[in-house]
């Protein structure tokens, strides 16, 4: 059983920057796809940074390109995204997502199977 634990949200002014982590286990040596979701009030949940972690090939919304960035830890299986240039459109609910046996990265969030308890991300302008 895939576990999730995200942590790292808050609130931070426009153009500032916050780090979300989220602590994997479970998901054993299978080919797996990982990645973060947002889900603003009123809004569908949209894949924001997506990984396939056997590769180190990603997906980022073109809405974060050039300010957010996802990375790995191995060694500590977990999952980051570093967000950068903050934008007060950034703000929802994120949640860390992952989906066993992946080939290609999916963004539909129906095709991830696990996922985190979310975390708040509020910006002000």
């Known amino acids: 059983q895939v576990q999730l634990v995200e942590s790292g949200g808050g609130s931070v002014q426009a153009g500032g920057s916050l780090n979300l982590s989220c602590a994997a286990s479970?998901?054993?040596?299978?080919?797996?796809?990982m990645g973060w979701f947002r889900q603003a009030p009123g809004k569908e949940r949209e894949g924001v940074a997506l990984?396939?972690?056997?590769?180190?090939?990603?997906y980022y919304a073109d809405s974060v390109k050039g300010r957010f960035t996802i990375s790995r830890d191995n060694a500590k299986n977990t999952l980051y995204l570093q967000m950068n240039s903050l934008k007060p459109e950034d703000t929802a609910m994120y949640y860390c997502?992952?989906?066993?046996?992946?080939?290609?990265?999916?963004?539909?969030?129906?095709?991830?199977?696990?996922w985190g308890q979310g975390t708040q991300v509020t910006v002000s302008s």
């Open positions: 479970g998901y054993g040596t299978s080919s797996v796809c």
């Open positions: 990984m396939r972690l056997s590769s180190g090939n990603t």
């Open positions: 997502a992952a989906r066993q046996y992946c080939g290609l990265i999916n963004v539909l969030p129906l095709a991830y199977n696990y």
